[in-house]
């Protein structure tokens, strides 16, 4: 089954400072596909990122950056030279092609960045 | 382009009252899902569509019911609301149901049940 694991439920950062939100998941599908969504405190959802699993290049946008790692099972998010802005619930997914659930959300991690 | 909305944004309904939750895309989408938000658990999938007419079961369905009479509009009901279905629900739509495609959500419906 597919699952998905934010372990840090909370981070608090001084402006500037990079930081590195972990995602762990598990699947059992060869294909499957990881996802990072936002979260501001207005509360909508924002998309950031797709990735497949057979496409493991790091990504960069910006000032975020993704690491994905097979190996480990992760799929690793980090802000450089984070911003009051960046305050938001990150939330990492995961989709199977085979899984009959479409999309599993891990719980999330609250970042706050202080100025 | 609205994307995904959802009506309404806020409701507070009283143990045993029944509301609905009207969701509404102009993507074209075929497929629409509906989620709920609690504190420290992320979001959980309480029903979905995978077109017209057609709906299934999610991780949470116990308790709601849902609609899809129109390919634009995903209906979520509570017939007999509880206090525990306090609680943000999210819509969301994608363009199939593969799993490369991006779900897109709604601002969310924030509902307390007293």
């Known amino acids: 089954a597919q699952k998905v694991t934010q372990a840090q439920t909370e981070i608090s950062v001084v402006e500037k400072e990079d930081v590195t939100l972990d995602c762990v998941y598990e699947t059992r599908d060869t294909t499957y596909y990881l996802f990072w969504y936002k979260q501001p405190p207005s509360g909508e959802l924002v998309f950031l990122i797709r990735r497949n699993s057979f496409d493991e290049q790091n990504e960069i946008s910006g000032r975020y950056s993704w690491n994905f790692q097979k190996s480990t099972s992760s799929f690793n998010f980090t802000i450089t030279a984070s911003q009051v802005v960046d305050s938001a619930v990150y939330f990492c997914a995961l989709s199977e092609n085979s899984g009959n659930t479409p999309l599993v959300f891990g719980k999330g991690t609250r970042l706050s960045v202080i100025a | 382009n609205a994307g995904v909305t959802q009506t309404p944004k806020f409701r507070v309904l009283k143990t045993g009252q029944s509301m609905t939750l009207l969701c509404a895309q102009d993507?074209?989408?075929?497929?629409m899902y509906w989620y709920r938000q609690d504190p420290g658990m992320g979001l959980r999938l309480i029903h979905y569509s995978v077109g017209e007419g057609t709906t299934a079961k999610g991780e949470v369905p116990d308790g709601y019911n849902v609609s899809r009479l129109k390919k634009q509009n995903f209906l979520l009901g509570l017939e007999s609301a509880a206090p525990s279905q306090t609680s943000v629900y999210f819509c969301a739509s994608s363009y199939s149901f593969s799993a490369r495609e991006t779900q897109y959500f709604g601002p969310g419906t924030r509902l307390l049940v007293l």
């Open positions: 993507m074209n989408h075929e497929y």
